[in-house]
């Protein structure tokens, strides 16, 4: 439990491009959404078998109380279509564990419907020094989250975790929406520092996402 402080992770990677770009005056309309809660035992604590109804109103059925974070995830994709109408939707999460026993801890996974952005995507992480590695996102992956008591099921539908994580944020956006995800839950935590990251928490995707916002900026 004691590495949990890491699940902040995808709010400050966001927080930190947003704020990367406000410090050097970048000409961008960018809106960075932190999706925070405290995730604290209580009386009013979701339990496995609970139904949620989220923002959206697709219910989810709760699995496993420890996939938690993709329940106020879900709510911000929803949240940042309905209130901003973004021509590109990217989120970050230290999703799944999944993720880094697919790809250790030299590539984030990214997922997603919209090949030009996962290459956009690629290219500002090679150029961050920070790997992506694609992973697979199909109709097969929404398949396996449907439950039997809600829309969909928030954890237990088996391999590859990764992607079934992913396709339970995906139900959340518009299939027209421009989106990309990142799971960083492998790259976020390193025992070992490396030249231009120390130990520990690492932060990873700033990096990244100021890359893509100056190019994004260049050629839109």
């Known amino acids: 439990m004691w590495a949990m402080k890491g699940d902040l992770g995808g709010a400050g990677v966001v927080t930190g491009a947003i704020l990367s770009a406000a410090r050097r005056g ?34 989810v059925e709760i ?6 974070g993709r329940l106020v995830l879900a709510d ?28 250790g801890d030299d590539y984030a996974g990214i997922f997603g419907r919209h090949q030009p952005l996962i290459d956009d995507i690629a290219g500002a992480s090679k150029a961050a020094n920070e790997a992506v590695w694609q992973l697979p996102l199909d109709d097969t992956h929404f398949k396996q989250i449907e439950s039997d008591y809600a829309d969909i099921k928030n954890s237990g539908a088996g391999s590859p975790g990764a992607s079934v994580g992913a396709a339970f944020i995906g139900s959340f956006v518009d299939e027209a929406q421009v989106w990309a995800h990142l799971d960083i839950a492998g790259v976020d935590l390193l025992d070992k520092a490396r030249p231009t990251v120390p130990k520990g928490y690492s ?13 994004y900026a260049a050629n839109n």
Do not use: C
């Not at 699995?63 to 938690?68: G, L, M, N, V, Y």
């Open 26 to 59: 970048a000409e961008i309309n960018v809106v960075a959404l932190a999706a925070l809660a405290e995730n604290m035992p209580s009386g009013t604590a979701i339990r496995p078998g609970d139904v949620l109804t989220t923002m959206s109103g697709i219910t």
């Open 63 to 68: 699995r496993s109380t420890d996939a938690e």
């Open 76 to 103: 911000a994709v929803h949240y940042a279509q309905e209130t901003y109408s973004p021509e590109v939707l990217i989120d970050v999460a230290t999703l799944t564990g999944s993720v880094g026993r697919a790809l």
């Open 203 to 215: 932060g990873w995707g700033v990096r990244t996402l100021d890359e893509y916002l100056r190019r």
